[in-house]
């Protein structure tokens, strides 16, 4: 069955730093999308940066980045130069072959300090 | 494009009343999908609509219920409001080329309080 975990319930990190959030999942289908959301104290989700099963490259937008490592099944999300406005909730979340629903993980709770 | 719309955003009902949630689809968006997210349970999948079609559905009982309109927009019912459906609930939508590539695109979330 497939599954998302996220490991770091909650995370600190100081303006201006890299940060790096956890997402490591288990399937057996070999097509796959892994996702990131945000999710700000407001509560509607915001995308953030998709990674395909195939893709060679790992995806990057704007300050976001994925570190894609397949065989680990791990998709953690790198965000550089943090902002005070990135502090939320961040999910990962996967959609297998064919599409259907979205499997998310429990999210981290980012916060970031001035 | 503008983006998901769900109306209203915020609900307060009594249990054992009902009711019922809406959302509209980014223009051209043929899926939508509906979300409940509670702090216990985080975000289950409730259903998916496409073409009118209920196409997924994930493991709420039948008090949990939804339809498509031809313009795509949708609509979810919940009958007998119980406590434990004191929840955000979120709609996305999302092109759907039927592919895990779609992207489903949220709405900001209708939060409802069962008292």
């Known amino acids: 069955a497939q599954k998302i975990t996220q490991t770091q319930p909650g995370m600190f990190v100081q303006e201006k730093e890299a940060v790096t959030l956890d997402c490591t999942y288990d399937?057996?289908?070999?097509?796959?999308?892994l996702f990131w959301y945000k999710q700000p104290s407001s509560g509607e989700m915001i995308f953030l940066i998709y990674?395909?099963?195939?893709?060679?490259q790992n995806a990057t937008e704007g300050r976001y980045s994925l570190n894609f490592q397949k065989a680990r099944k791990s998709a953690n999300l790198v965000i550089s130069a943090s902002q005070l406005g990135d502090s939320a909730m961040y999910f990962c979340?996967?959609?297998?072959?064919?599409?259907?629903?979205?499997?998310f993980g429990q999210g981290t709770e980012l916060s970031v300090k001035p | 494009k503008a983006g998901v719309t769900q109306t209203p955003r915020y609900l307060i009902k009594t249990r054992g009343q009902q009711v019922t949630l809406s959302c509209s689809p980014i223009?051209?968006?043929?899926?939508v999908s509906w979300y409940q997210q509670t702090p216990g349970q985080g975000l289950q999948f409730l259903f998916e609509?496409?073409?009118?079609?209920?196409?997924n559905k994930g493991n709420f009982p039948g008090r949990f219920s939804g339809r498509q309109f031809s313009n795509s927009r949708s609509e979810m019912n919940v009958s007998t409001l119980e406590l434990g459906d004191s929840a955000l609930y979120l709609c996305?939508?999302?092109?759907?080329?039927?592919?895990?590539?779609?992207?489903?695109?949220f709405g900001p979330g209708t939060r409802l309080t069962v008292l």
């Open positions: 399937t057996s289908d070999q097509s796959y999308g």
């Open positions: 223009s051209g968006h043929r899926s």
């Open positions: 990674q395909g099963s195939y893709d060679e």
């Open positions: 609509y496409f073409s009118e079609t209920q196409r």
């Open positions: 996305a939508s999302s092109s759907d080329r039927g592919k895990h590539t779609d992207t489903q695109y």
């Open positions: 979340a996967m959609r297998e072959a064919g599409g259907g629903k979205l499997i």
